[in-house]
């Protein structure tokens, strides 16, 4: 079945900088790629997703890139704040049947 | 703004007892899911359903029973619990199109002692 691998645990930045995160997805047939993030003692909450009709979708300060042939996939944050820290998910989907495969979660601090 | 409501939000029980997590959603969504979250694991699923009456097993589907009785309700049962399954359970819902975003609810952290 789909396994999808988060590279980051844990990213540090200062506020105002750049973060990347990358996930990679083993199954060629997933079509949808969302992301989701989680607050401090929160539950999760949806924020930007991709579909494989396209490479490249943003959102105000979130980008997602997409790279098919390579099966990775990244969310891109510019200029990031302290409300920025919490613990970002990725996960895909579309493999057929009702399952959606989340990767282990990134943690990223943005510190002042 | 799609809801999904959890109960209990937090649960002791004791090795051996039977736990039940209820879950509830008012979006209609026809798919519905239960996850653990554990530290380095990330969301695994246990189990989800794909409307009234189904219940499918997910990646780590053992020790876990499911239950759809309505569109609405999910629920999660634990016959014996035992302390491996403390943890942070969530419930999420989503529409029939599996490529659709998810709506999730605020957790249950389950110890299990």
């Known amino acids: 079945g789909e396994k999808v691998e988060q590279h980051e645990s844990t990213l540090s930045v200062r506020e105002g900088d750049s973060a990347v995160i990358n996930c990679t997805y083993t199954d060629t047939a997933s079509s949808y790629f969302p992301w989701y993030k989680q607050e401090a003692g929160k539950s999760l909450h949806f924020v930007i997703d991709i579909r494989s009709n396209v490479d490249r979708k943003q959102s105000q300060r979130l980008t997602v890139l997409l790279d098919k042939k390579a099966k990775r996939f990244s969310l891109h944050i510019t200029a990031t704040q302290p409300e920025d820290s919490a613990i970002y998910f990725c996960a895909a989907s579309g493999t057929g049947g009702y399952k959606v495969v989340f990767g282990s979660g990134t943690r990223l601090l943005v510190s002042p | ?113």
């Open chain 2, 1 to 113: 703004e799609a809801a999904v409501t959890q109960s209990p939000r937090n649960k002791v029980a004791v090795t051996g007892g039977k736990v039940t997590l209820s879950c509830n959603q008012t979006n209609n969504h026809n798919n519905m899911y239960w996850y653990r979250q554990d530290t380095g694991h990330g969301l695994r699923l246990i189990h989800y359903s794909y409307g009234a009456g189904s219940t499918e097993k997910g990646d780590i589907p053992d020790g876990y029973k499911a239950s759809r009785p309505s569109q609405e309700n999910f629920s999660l049962i634990l016959e014996l619990a035992t302390p491996s399954q403390t943890s942070v359970y969530f419930c999420a819902s989503g529409g029939r199109d599996i490529n659709e975003r998810l709506f999730f609810g605020h957790g249950t952290k389950l110890s299990v002692l």
